[in-house]
């Protein structure tokens, strides 16, 4: 169901037409949505040091403010193939926890422009700690039951969703 809305949506702004098989992937069965009751969700996929997932982000964010539909609901999920994969999920969901979504966009800069590949638990925290967040109030929430539990139900998503690649 995202992926169609996703190909009405594209063809609605730009007139190209997208082709199963070729732009997206049918799921197969079909998954649940993770959109709010009432919403059709879209799932963009992503992790932090893709460059593509970073060129893409302001393109995403854009529709996601001006352009996509009323009843349509916009979910990140980030990538959990391997384990600098799945600790980048757990900076996006440590940005969630803390409530400072303009981090986002920092990670994202921090990586792919600034070369800091942000792969140990040291290099995240200084991060962190540049950007106003105490040592232990990112310790707390990196390490928390929440994030940890937002990493293993993304971990399920990512499986049932059959996720290879970003973006």
Same mark, same amino acid.
């Given at each position: $169901? +995202?992926?169609? $809305?996703?190909?009405?949506?594209?063809?609605?702004?730009?007139?190209?037409?997208?082709?199963?098989?070729?732009?997206?992937?049918?799921?197969?069965?079909?998954?649940?949505?993770? +959109?709010?009751?009432?919403? *059709?969700?879209?799932?963009?996929?992503?992790?932090?040091?893709?460059?593509?997932?970073?060129?893409?982000?302001?393109?995403?964010?854009?529709? /996601?403010?001006?352009?996509?539909?009323? /009843?349509?609901?916009? *979910?990140?999920?980030?990538?959990?193939?391997?384990?600098?994969?799945?600790?980048? +999920?757990?900076?996006?969901?440590? *940005?969630?926890?803390?409530?400072?979504?303009?981090?986002?966009?920092?990670?994202?800069?921090? *990586? /792919?422009?600034?070369? /800091?590949?942000?792969?140990?638990?040291?290099? $995240?925290?200084?991060?962190?700690?540049?950007?106003?967040?105490?040592?232990?109030?990112?310790?707390?929430?990196?390490?928390?039951? +929440?994030?940890?539990?937002?990493?293993?139900?993304?971990?399920?998503?990512?499986?049932?969703?059959?996720?290879?690649?970003?973006?």
């Amino acid at each position: $169901l +995202a992926a169609g $809305l996703l190909a009405v949506t594209a063809r609605g702004t730009s007139g190209a037409e997208l082709t199963e098989g070729k732009d997206y992937k049918l799921l197969k069965p079909a998954q649940p949505s993770e +959109a709010a009751p009432g919403k *059709i969700g879209v799932v963009a996929v992503f992790w932090y040091a893709c460059g593509h997932c970073y060129m893409l982000e302001p393109k995403l964010e854009a529709w /996601n403010q001006k352009g996509r539909a009323a /009843n349509v609901q916009l *979910i990140r999920l980030p990538a959990t193939w391997n384990p600098v994969v799945k600790m980048h +999920a757990r900076v996006f969901y440590t *940005i969630e926890l803390l409530g400072k979504p303009g981090l986002h966009d920092e990670v994202f800069r921090e *990586i /792919n422009v600034k070369g /800091n590949r942000m792969d140990t638990p040291e290099k $995240l925290e200084a991060f962190f700690v540049s950007h106003g967040v105490s040592k232990v109030e990112f310790q707390k929430a990196f390490s928390s039951f +929440a994030v940890e539990s937002k990493v293993l139900h993304a971990e399920d998503l990512n499986r049932r969703y059959r996720i290879t690649g970003t973006p």
